[in-house]
Nanobody, 125 residues
Framework: QVQLVESGGDLVQPGSSLRLSCAVS????????ISWFRQVPGKEREGVSS????????YYADSLRGRFTISRDSARNTVYLQMNSLKPDDTAVYYC??????????????????WGQGTQVTVSS
């Protein structure tokens, strides 16, 4: 059984940093791409970042490049999302998702077979 469990969401002030974790069980990070998406009510789920299961390549939404960093720890089967200089617009539920490597473009959420339950990030003064 595949499970993805996110943690690390919190209420923080603008300019703060947070690190989200996605603990993966049931599949290994090898040959599975792990991505972060976020969603606010009334809007479509947005691809934030992804890390390849085959070669560790990383991908970012253009608007977030430079502030967010994705990484993975294969020994712990965990993927992290380091978020710096947070803004109120970053407020959302953040989800991690898994798909087999090579099974479609990372930003298309319909390509993902497995999802976590989400963790809330709120950026507010």
């Amino acid at each position: 059984q595949v499970q993805l469990v996110e943690s690390g969401g919190d209420l923080v002030q603008p300019g703060s940093s947070l690190r989200l974790s996605c603990a993966v069980s049931g599949v290994t990070l090898d040959y599975h791409d792990i991505s972060w998406f976020r969603q606010v009510p009334g809007k479509e789920r947005e691809g934030v970042s992804s890390v390849s299961g085959t070669d560790d390549s990383t991908y970012y939404a253009d608007s977030l490049r430079g502030r967010f960093t994705i990484s993975r720890d294969s020994a712990r089967n965990t993927v992290y999302l380091q978020m710096n200089s947070l803004k109120p617009d970053d407020t959302a539920v953040y989800y991690c998702a898994a798909k087999r490597s090579g099974s479609g473009w990372w930003q298309i959420y319909q390509n993902y077979a497995y999802w976590g339950q989400g963790t809330q990030v709120t950026v507010s003064s």
